[in-house]
């Protein structure tokens, strides 16, 4: 019989959705084994019947949920309850799940700030009064689903690799534990890391020194002087087999998709070390929360500007 | 009954004030803890509000130790090195005076007044100075007043 998946989107861009379908092969293992029963983006499945007939939004019982997108209005919170008791088994998928994402920059400002700016004080916007009733309301900050209700499972990444979407799901149907990765991307680079900058901070158009020979032979992206994330960051986006990160690969610097190494470790605190440590100057750093917390804004990592 | 606040306090102040800090202070072990050994051993006073955490350098403390420290419950962290230029591991200090800038920075979004952090250099033969710079800590995270995160 095979295992019923439903899975439900909130604050989130969509990536996420199009990792499942990117699969590639393994997908023909896996899709005889699963039944969507609920996946508003690939399957057209409405919350409340498909004619609109029922008053209250449902979504089917199922073995296994997947959630992406971070908590951001009270529907996104009202249907993370409801999938959570529907449920056997909760995924948080992709690290605006995870760890809020990209959405929770805004964390980093009061919710009336947001609309000041964002509607009501834009030059660009008939400006009007907040909408009350008709459309959810915004919670104060967006959440991850695990400050909500009770995850699982977590799979970071922007978008999360579709090979680690795919051996979670194995392990799960075998029943055997599946684990993230502990280790940082700095331990999966291959560039060369001597602990010293050879250069000063540098923006990233700028260009990157030896791009395009072997990353053997490239001097690690930090010490050129580029922000690089790797070492606050949780390896995995180079695949299951520990390959080198997607964003070196491309000899790019990482970005911090993957979010922070342990749930309660501040990315900004471990960069700011490091970046001092191998003799950079972060005072050049322009608004180092949101640049080190970028996919990691939710848990009060990002938080306006206390009053002192 | 709280003391009015002042910015120089007498020790009459300071006495009536039940606000004892817990300062974590961490020294490296080739001069500063040496330095902690010899005051006492030279019987100098200065108050008992520190924790002293031995670390083999000043170099291999952690922006993120004393942001923990300072964020569950310290009132103060004071880091003590080697002078400039006599580390036993020739710039574990000058490492930690670059994260101490990095760490000064970051008290601010973290909400910590400055006064809660302080990078000292003490010599293993600088006993007196250890006990003088403990107490100055102490002086200073008591005029501040107890960590907001407690």
């Given at each position: 019989m095979p295992v019923k998946v439903a899975q439900e989107w909130f604050a989130i861009c969509g990536g996420c959705e199009v990792t499942v379908l990117d699969i590639g092969e393994p997908l023909l293992d896996l899709l005889p084994e699963l039944e969507f029963v609920h996946f508003p983006v690939i399957m057209d499945h409405k919350l409340f019947g498909q004619t609109g007939e029922n008053n209250t939004a449902d979504i089917p019982q199922a073995d296994v949920g997947i959630i992406t997108g971070g908590i951001r209005n009270e529907e996104n919170r009202h249907l993370a309850e409801l999938m959570r008791s529907r449920v056997n088994f909760l995924i948080a998928m992709g690290s605006c799940a995870c760890y809020g994402g990209i959405p929770a920059l805004a964390n980093q400002f009061p919710l009336e700030d947001l609309y000041d700016r964002v509607y009501r004080g834009n030059s660009t916007t008939d400006s009007g009064e907040t909408p009350k009733g008709a459309v959810p309301a915004l919670l104060d900050r967006v959440y991850a689903v695990d400050e909500v209700v009770k995850v699982d499972l977590k799979l970071p990444g922007c978008p999360t690799t579709p090979d680690m979407f795919a051996a979670a799901v194995m392990h799960l149907l075998k029943g055997t534990p599946f684990a993230l990765e502990e280790k940082s991307v700095c331990d999966q680079c291959p560039t060369i890391r001597e602990?010293?900058?050879?250069a000063t901070l540098k923006r990233p158009l700028e260009p990157i020194e030896g791009a395009g020979e072997p990353l053997e032979t490239v001097r690690c992206l930090m010490e050129q002087g580029f922000l690089c994330q790797g070492p606050a960051t949780r390896a995995g986006c180079g695949g299951m087999d520990g390959g080198t990160p997607r964003c070196v690969k491309a000899y790019m610097p990482c970005r911090g998709c993957y979010g922070p190494l342990r749930d309660d470790a501040n990315p900004m605190v471990d960069m700011m070390g490091a970046l001092s440590t191998i003799g950079l100057d972060p005072a050049q750093i322009s608004d180092r929360a949101a640049q080190f917390n970028r996919f990691a804004?939710?848990?009060?990592?990002?938080?306006a500007a206390p009053k002192r | 009954m709280n003391p009015t606040p002042s910015t120089s306090p007498t020790l009459a102040t300071l006495a009536t004030s039940h606000f004892e800090p817990v300062i974590i202070v961490y020294t490296c072990y080739w001069c500063s803890y040496t330095a902690a050994d010899l005051a006492g051993t030279s019987r100098l006073q200065y108050p008992p509000n520190i924790r002293i955490i031995r670390v083999q350098c000043s170099g291999m403390v952690h922006p993120n130790l004393v942001i923990d420290a300072l964020t569950n419950g310290a009132d103060g962290v004071l880091m003590c090195g080697c002078h400039e230029g006599d580390c036993h591991y020739l710039e574990g200090n000058l490492r930690a005076k670059s994260r101490a800038d990095a760490i000064k920075m970051m008290l601010e979004d973290f909400a910590l007044?400055?006064?809660r952090y302080r990078l000292e250099w003490v010599a293993a033969s600088e006993g007196p100075r250890f006990a003088e710079v403990m107490t100055e800590m102490v002086e200073q995270v008591k005029r501040v007043g107890p960590s907001p995160y407690k």
């Amino acid at each position: 019989m095979p295992v019923k998946v439903a899975q439900e989107w909130f604050a989130i861009c969509g990536g996420c959705e199009v990792t499942v379908l990117d699969i590639g092969e393994p997908l023909l293992d896996l899709l005889p084994e699963l039944e969507f029963v609920h996946f508003p983006v690939i399957m057209d499945h409405k919350l409340f019947g498909q004619t609109g007939e029922n008053n209250t939004a449902d979504i089917p019982q199922a073995d296994v949920g997947i959630i992406t997108g971070g908590i951001r209005n009270e529907e996104n919170r009202h249907l993370a309850e409801l999938m959570r008791s529907r449920v056997n088994f909760l995924i948080a998928m992709g690290s605006c799940a995870c760890y809020g994402g990209i959405p929770a920059l805004a964390n980093q400002f009061p919710l009336e700030d947001l609309y000041d700016r964002v509607y009501r004080g834009n030059s660009t916007t008939d400006s009007g009064e907040t909408p009350k009733g008709a459309v959810p309301a915004l919670l104060d900050r967006v959440y991850a689903v695990d400050e909500v209700v009770k995850v699982d499972l977590k799979l970071p990444g922007c978008p999360t690799t579709p090979d680690m979407f795919a051996a979670a799901v194995m392990h799960l149907l075998k029943g055997t534990p599946f684990a993230l990765e502990e280790k940082s991307v700095c331990d999966q680079c291959p560039t060369i890391r001597e602990k010293k900058a050879v250069a000063t901070l540098k923006r990233p158009l700028e260009p990157i020194e030896g791009a395009g020979e072997p990353l053997e032979t490239v001097r690690c992206l930090m010490e050129q002087g580029f922000l690089c994330q790797g070492p606050a960051t949780r390896a995995g986006c180079g695949g299951m087999d520990g390959g080198t990160p997607r964003c070196v690969k491309a000899y790019m610097p990482c970005r911090g998709c993957y979010g922070p190494l342990r749930d309660d470790a501040n990315p900004m605190v471990d960069m700011m070390g490091a970046l001092s440590t191998i003799g950079l100057d972060p005072a050049q750093i322009s608004d180092r929360a949101a640049q080190f917390n970028r996919f990691a804004g939710a848990k009060g990592r990002l938080r306006a500007a206390p009053k002192r | 009954m709280n003391p009015t606040p002042s910015t120089s306090p007498t020790l009459a102040t300071l006495a009536t004030s039940h606000f004892e800090p817990v300062i974590i202070v961490y020294t490296c072990y080739w001069c500063s803890y040496t330095a902690a050994d010899l005051a006492g051993t030279s019987r100098l006073q200065y108050p008992p509000n520190i924790r002293i955490i031995r670390v083999q350098c000043s170099g291999m403390v952690h922006p993120n130790l004393v942001i923990d420290a300072l964020t569950n419950g310290a009132d103060g962290v004071l880091m003590c090195g080697c002078h400039e230029g006599d580390c036993h591991y020739l710039e574990g200090n000058l490492r930690a005076k670059s994260r101490a800038d990095a760490i000064k920075m970051m008290l601010e979004d973290f909400a910590l007044e400055p006064e809660r952090y302080r990078l000292e250099w003490v010599a293993a033969s600088e006993g007196p100075r250890f006990a003088e710079v403990m107490t100055e800590m102490v002086e200073q995270v008591k005029r501040v007043g107890p960590s907001p995160y407690k």
